[in-house]
């Protein structure tokens, strides 16, 4: 369906419902003086591509979504001193190796 240009004021005016004829997949035309200087297009959205970041992103599993125990979330909240929080070195260790990233 081929449209006679849209002169520059009239897009102006009119640029909202310009854009809603471009997004429905029309292609407009923008002319100065009666000559073509632009054209108004739809932008070709890519479909999303399930798997695109296999082997970027670590593969998590149920326990990675266990609930946090009351010194971890101290810990994570940065409420650690050693008044309150009470992280012996080998709870230190076993939760250091519980959420390090693999290698």
Do not use: C, Q
């Not at 125990?69 to 101290?74: D, P, R, V």
């Amino acid at each position: 369906m081929d449209h006679k240009p849209v002169n520059i004021a009239e897009a102006k005016s009119h640029l909202s419902d310009l854009v809603t004829r471009a997004e429905a997949g029309e292609e407009i035309v923008i002319a100065r003086a009666g000559k073509p200087v632009a054209k108004l297009v739809p932008i070709k959205r890519e479909r999303r591509k399930p798997g695109r970041l296999k082997g970027i992103l670590p593969d998590l599993g149920p326990e990675d979504f266990a609930p946090m125990t009351g010194e971890e979330l101290a810990w994570a909240n940065g409420e650690f001193n050693d008044d309150n929080f009470a992280f012996s070195p080998a709870k230190l260790a076993a939760y250091r190796k519980k959420h390090s990233k693999p290698k």
